[in-house]
Each structure stands twice: as C-alpha cells, then as structure tokens.
C-alpha cells in the first residue's frame, strides 16, 4: 500500500507471472475484502498484465478499510478471466507501524 500524502491511499496486488490479464483502456474491476472484523468494497482497475490498483480516498473510512486489510481475511479481485481468491495474512509490526503513520496524517 501506498500514500499519496493528503490525497489517496493506493492498494496494488500484484499476481505471479501464471495470471495474464486483460488491459484493454485500464478495465475497471472490483475488489471485495472479508476479514473476521469486517468486509467491505472498492473500485480498481487493472494497470498491467499482472497487477491491480485501487485508489483510496486519504480519509477516516479508508483507514479503518486498511485496517481490516491488515487483520487478514480474503480478498476477492473480480475480473475476466475470473481470479482465484487471495488469502490475506495478518500483518505484523511494519503493518502496524504503517497504519500509525497514516493516522498521524489525518489528524
């Protein structure tokens, strides 16, 4: 994850060299995340051949969205080809740490 401070917070995932997607004009797809604390959606767009990018408005929800990310779940790329499921493993400190310093630019 990236942070363009006070503008968005980008989420890549990147698939190993096996997937091949389409990248027609930036295709739209949608990301579902569900974690033991939560799910929720967003919009992203697949970049390359192998890689898919959500921007995230720099705000309190996506924090908290982030958040859940970090405590692990699944997550769900909804593409043609269809994707395999992407399991989510708990963050550790770096996690943690990263989560601080967004919220150190919101407030």
Same mark, same amino acid.
Request: aromatic share 4%.
């Given at each position: 994850m990236v942070v363009n401070r006070g503008s968005t917070i980008a989420i890549?995932?990147?698939?190993? @060299?096996?997937v091949?997607? =389409?990248t027609?004009?930036? %295709?739209? +797809?949608s990301l579902w995340f569900t974690g033991t604390a939560?799910?929720?959606?967003?919009?992203?767009a697949i970049v390359s @051949?192998? @890689?898919? +990018?959500?921007?995230l408005p720099l705000n309190d929800l996506s924090v908290a969205r982030v958040l859940l990310?970090? !405590?692990? !779940?699944s997550l769900n790329v909804a593409a043609q080809p269809s994707l395999p499921m %992407? @399991?989510?493993? =708990?963050?550790?400190m770096e996690g943690q740490k990263w989560f601080a310093c967004v919220q150190r630019m919101l407030v």
């Open positions: 890549q995932i990147v698939f190993d @060299r096996s091949s997607l =389409p027609i004009g930036g %295709l739209h +797809v939560g799910s929720w959606g967003a919009g992203g @051949r192998n @890689r898919v +990018v959500a921007l990310l970090l !405590g692990g !779940g %992407l @399991r989510v493993i =708990p963050s550790d």
